[in-house]
């Protein structure tokens, strides 16, 4: 009788444990293999081209979505520069990945230009997204003019590139500063109009000169100078 409980309670135990090792390899081990197993990580697919990205994906266990977006950019033509899920993202196998490719710089053709307006001209080229350079010729040939622009009209460039405009002025770039030792401030205003020079400032010191004339100038004269430039004056008080 001993002998057949103690059978009984083994057949019971080893049942209990068949039992329990089914329900930890059912919820727990199984589910968690499952999962791992069905998961991958999506490959990085920048600088590639769409056939080099769906080889590398099949190998993924993963799809290419068919519905390609292409955009003008500085990116190299025909490569990937984008991709949806980034590289590296865990998904499921068999799924799709988004991609995005390049058709290159963007170019557009150099527009004509308005010769006697320099202003317009630079408001035009950019409009069209060029980056206009001036380039200054002092020449008696012409009067306010441009003369040439590089590249010139109709060549087809990036945009963003760079378009030197030449400028034709009769106007000295540069000129001697005038002498105003001895003068009044009365005295030097029409010379300042005329080189299109202004006083930045005025200052006051005893001398033995009159009151009122001018005992000091900087830009000294002879000084190389531009229209715009400003003048720093010197004047005497007098002597007491």
């Keep these: 009788m001993r002998l057949a409980i103690k059978i009984f309670i083994i057949i ?53 979505d068919e519905k390609i977006i292409y955009e003008e950019n500085n990116f190299p033509a025909e490569k990937i520069f984008k991709q949806i899920p980034e590289p590296n993202t865990k998904i499921k196998t068999g799924r799709q990945v988004k991609v995005m490719v390049s058709l290159g710089p963007k170019f557009i053709s150099v527009p004509e230009i308005y010769e006697s307006d320099l202003e317009k001209t630079i ?68 010379i300042l109009e005329k ?20 005992i000091f100038q900087y830009p000294e004269e002879g000084t190389l100078v531009k229209k715009g430039d400003s003048v720093i004056i010197i004047v005497s008080k007098g002597s007491d």
């Design 123 to 190: 408001e035009l080229l950019e409009q069209y997204g060029l980056k206009p350079k001036i380039e200054t010729i002092f020449s008696p040939e012409y009067e306010s003019k441009i003369i040439n622009i590089e590249p010139p009209p109709n060549t087809r460039i990036r945009k963003g590139s760079m378009i030197k405009i030449f400028w034709a002025t009769k106007e000295a770039p540069v000129f001697p500063m005038p002498n105003l030792y001895g003068l009044t401030l009365e005295n030097i205003q029409k």
């Design 12 to 64: 019971v135990a080893i049942f209990l444990g068949f039992l329990v090792n089914l329900f930890l390899y059912g919820f727990l081990i199984l589910p968690a293999f499952v999962k791992t197993a069905s998961e991958t990580k999506v490959p990085n697919l920048i600088g590639l081209t769409v056939e080099e990205a769906r080889e590398v994906l099949k190998r993924a266990k993963l799809k290419l």
């Design 195 to 214: 080189y299109s020079l202004y006083i930045k400032e005025i200052r006051e010191t005893e001398s033995k000169e009159k009151e009122g004339i001018i």
